[in-house]
T-cell receptor, first 114, second 114 residues
Framework: GENVEQHPSTLSVQEGDSAVIKCTYS??????FPWYKQELGKGPQLIID?????GEKKDQRIAVTLNKTAKHFSLHITETQPEDSAVYFC?????????????FGQGTILTVHP | DVKVTQSSRYLVKRTGEKVFLECVQD?????MFWYRQDPGLGLRLIYF???????EKGDIPEGYSVSREKKERFSLILESASTNQTSMYLC?????????????FGPGTRLTVL
């Protein structure tokens, strides 16, 4: 089955700095790569996703890049703010009749210091 | 807005007890999922279900079973709770067969088994 590795496990930055979280996956059949953000006391929530036919996707201060050859993808957050502090999870899934099943990474605790 | 609710935020049980964790979604989603979240291990899939017709084991099903008698409700059952099942349990739901549809998470149930 799919295996997703996520690094780093913790990341501490100053407000205004950039943050980068990296993930690798093992199954070449995976073609969908979402990122979820989990705030304290809440369930994870989708913040951005990318499909394998796209190399990069941006949404305001966040962006995701995908390198299918190397089987890795990354989340980039620019101009970080204290409200970006949360746990971030990457995930991978294969399209088609998969019942929406995803494999998640281990999570990254991001702390943004004011 | 999609709403996924879980019956308890915190639960304390004794070793050997039978434990039921309930999850309800209000958006007529076909797919429902149970994950457990442990520090450093991320989100690991226990079971998932497509409507009432199908239930399938995830990556760590040992010691768990599920029930889905109605489309909106998905229950996780710990037949005989053990201390190594102390964890945060998250329920999620999504629409349709494809992986590209967002998973919506409940707030989680923190289960402690003494």
């Amino acid at each position: 089955g799919e295996n997703v590795e996520q690094h780093p496990s913790t990341l501490s930055v100053q407000e205004g700095d950039s943050a980068v979280i990296k993930c690798t996956y093992s199954d070449s059949a995976s073609n969908y790569f979402p990122w979820y953000k989990q705030e304290l006391g809440k369930g994870p929530q989708l913040i951005i996703d990318i499909r394998s036919n796209v190399g990069e996707k941006k949404d305001q201060r966040i962006a995701v890049t995908l390198n299918k050859t190397a089987k890795h993808f990354s989340l980039h957050i620019t101009e970080t703010q204290p409200e970006d502090s949360a746990v971030y999870f990457c995930a991978a899934g294969a399209g088609g009749t998969s019942y929406g099943k995803l494999t998640f990474g281990q999570g990254t605790i991001l702390t943004v210091h004011p | 807005d999609v709403k996924v609710t879980q019956s308890s935020r915190y639960l304390v049980k004794r070793t050997g007890e039978k434990v039921f964790l309930e999850c309800v979604q209000d958006m007529d989603h076909e797919n429902m999922f149970w994950y457990r979240q442990d520090p450093g291990l991320g989100l690991r899939l226990i079971y998932f279900s497509y409507d009432v017709k199908m239930k399938e084991k995830g990556d760590i099903p040992e010691g768990y079973s599920v029930s889905r008698e109605k489309k909106e409700r998905f229950s996780l059952i710990l037949e005989s709770a053990s201390t190594n099942q102390t964890s945060m349990y998250l329920c999620a739901s999504s629409f349709g067969l494809a992986v590209y549809n967002e998973q919506f998470f409940g707030p989680g149930t923190r289960l402690t088994v003494l």
